[in-house]
Nanobody, 122 residues
Framework: QVQLVESGGGLVQPGGSLTLSCAAS????????MSWYRQAPGKERELVAVVTSGGGTNYAESVKGRFTISRDNAKKANYLQMNDLKPEDTAVYYCYAGLTTTRERNVWRAYWGQGTQVTVSS
């Protein structure tokens, strides 16, 4: 059973920082790109940041210069460092990854975490 588990969300004041973590567990053979999405109330889910298996990164325009995504392949984890947070960053943040399992080494499947709430408010 493969799982992605997020942690690190919470309440922070504008201008503050948070670091989100996403750890993959289960019978994983390989992990491709790992991403963070977010969904605010009444809005569609949007891509925030992505890190490839080789470490390449890409960001939504709204978070460039403030957020940094990274990964630790040995730990099967990725991290989203969020600085200078704004009220409009308030959302549920979801980890997303494409990966293969030890049972199906050539079949790539997408997995989502359960989400973690980030609230930016004074």
């Amino acid at each position: 059973q493969v799982q992605l588990v997020e942690s690190g969300g919470g309440l922070v004041q504008p201008g503050g920082s948070l670091t989100l973590s996403c750890a993959a567990s289960g019978s994983i053979f390989s992990i491709g790109a790992m991403s963070w999405y977010r969904q605010a109330p009444g809005k569609e889910r949007e891509l925030v940041a992505v890190v490839t298996s080789g470490g390449g990164t890409n960001y939504a325009e709204s978070v460039k210069g403030r957020f940094t995504i990274s990964r630790d392949n040995a730990k099967k984890a990725n991290y989203l460092q969020m600085n200078d947070l704004k009220p409009e960053d308030t959302a549920v943040y979801y980890c997303y990854a494409g990966l293969t399992t030890t049972r199906e080494r050539n079949v790539w499947r997408a997995y989502w975490g359960q989400g973690t709430q980030v609230t930016v408010s004074s």
